[in-house]
């Protein structure tokens, strides 16, 4: 009788017919680290992609998605069969952030879709096929990401390769031992908009969190990810944020001994998603690897303070459990689905922190809250 896993690698040896972009589309593989192997046809750039695979539940907001930094290292599958639809729109800024990207440039290694549409709208600069091929990002379309989505919901995250040759031997890239946030912060201090001062540190900040800090009537100095308390300190900012970013939280022991060190001044602080676990790392917590993670614009939290849910988006891998927290740590929110602690309060040393990410681009306003919270903290109100 034959395997789940020999029934799967049969059952995709026929991709699904693509749409009609091409007159003739060039075939393309998707190698799996379990050995499965996915046909489709290929979009986008020409070369090989390599990283760990990963899925999002989004069915909207794929130009955010492509351009998070969070994503670095990973390639995407995106389950809503149709992708491409409205095209990919202008850059547009408020001051020198971007309203409707997550950052200058596709961050994703390559992107996995059943269905490639060509959709404009009145705001669209290209279609998402031209938008890869002009940042030089491989993607594969013609697959059947519910079986894909299935086989990593039953047996977890995995690395991946997209290409375009039939390969015999593979070398995929070891995802948890790389420091991507190096790759994707910033090199100097950058300062934007207005306002009381607040040091945010970049692990690969998304767009939309700098607009809800800007929007708020704050002045931001953006520091490097090795920026050290000195140095942080050196502004005296009214406010600190450890924001988000891609990969494993343990290999960034500089960033942990800064946080460490930094939260003795009680300086109103938030950590966002990767700068969530940080701190919690940085105060005695264990954060760990989640078998496919949280990557979403729907997912259900409690806030334990005030009874009351609300819906929030997700982009994480690792994870804080509520037997994990910090000694001193109240947990603030967790999530409905799982138990993941999705926020915290730790009153002494002045700390708030979400896991999920409450500027939501895309997804809900429902917890724009947190960065009003913030603000008040700051201002003293």
């Not at 000694?327 to 979400?354: C, H, P, R």
Request: charged share 25%; hydrophobic share 35%.
């Amino acid at each position: 009788m034959k395997s789940e896993l020999e029934k799967r690698k049969e059952f995709h040896s026929l991709p699904i017919m693509p749409p009609s972009l091409s007159d003739d589309p060039k075939k393309a593989y998707l190698y799996l680290g379990d050995g499965t192997i996915f046909e489709g046809f290929s979009f986008g750039g020409e070369k090989d992609a390599n990283g760990e695979i990963v899925f999002t539940t989004s069915m909207n907001g794929y130009p955010e998605s492509l351009t998070d930094p969070s994503y670095k290292g990973q390639i995407l599958i995106i389950s809503h069969p149709l992708v491409g639809n409205y095209g990919v729109p202008k850059k547009s800024y408020r001051g020198n952030i971007l309203e409707n990207f997550e950052s200058e440039h596709i961050m994703i290694e390559g992107l996995v879709i059943s269905e490639l549409t060509k959709g404009f709208k009145q705001n669209s600069a290209s279609d998402l096929a031209q938008w890869l091929e002009s940042e030089g990002i491989p993607g594969i379309y013609g697959v059947d990401t519910r079986m894909l989505i299935k086989n990593i919901r039953e047996h977890g995250v995995l690395p991946a390769v997209i290409s375009t040759e039939r390969k015999e031997k593979l070398n995929f890239k070891k995802y948890d031992r790389t420091n991507f946030v190096e790759q994707v912060s910033i090199k100097k201090p950058v300062k934007l908009g207005s306002g009381k001062r607040v040091v945010v540190v970049d692990f690969g900040v998304k767009h939309g969190i700098l607009d809800n800090l800007a929007k708020r009537g704050l002045e931001i100095v953006l520091l490097p990810w090795n920026a050290d308390p000195d140095e942080i300190m050196s502004y005296n900012p009214k406010g600190i944020v450890f924001g988000n970013g891609p990969g494993n939280p343990a290999l960034l022991e500089q960033p942990i001994n800064t946080i460490r060190e930094i939260v003795e001044y009680k300086i109103p602080t938030l950590g966002i998603c990767l700068g969530h676990q940080l701190i919690a790392l940085a105060l005695g917590g264990k954060v760990k690897k989640m078998k496919y993670g949280h990557r979403a614009i729907n997912k259900s939290v409690i806030d334990l303070f005030s009874g009351r849910s609300y819906i929030t988006t997700h982009n994480h891998g690792y994870a804080l459990y509520k037997d994990d927290v910090p000694k001193g740590a109240k947990i603030w929110f967790l999530s409905n689905d799982d138990g993941v602690v999705e926020g915290m309060k730790i009153e002494k040393y002045n700390i708030m922190t979400v896991q999920f990410h409450p500027e939501a681009r895309p997804g809900t306003n429902d917890t724009l809250f947190v960065f009003d919270e913030f603000a008040r903290r700051i201002y003293g109100k």
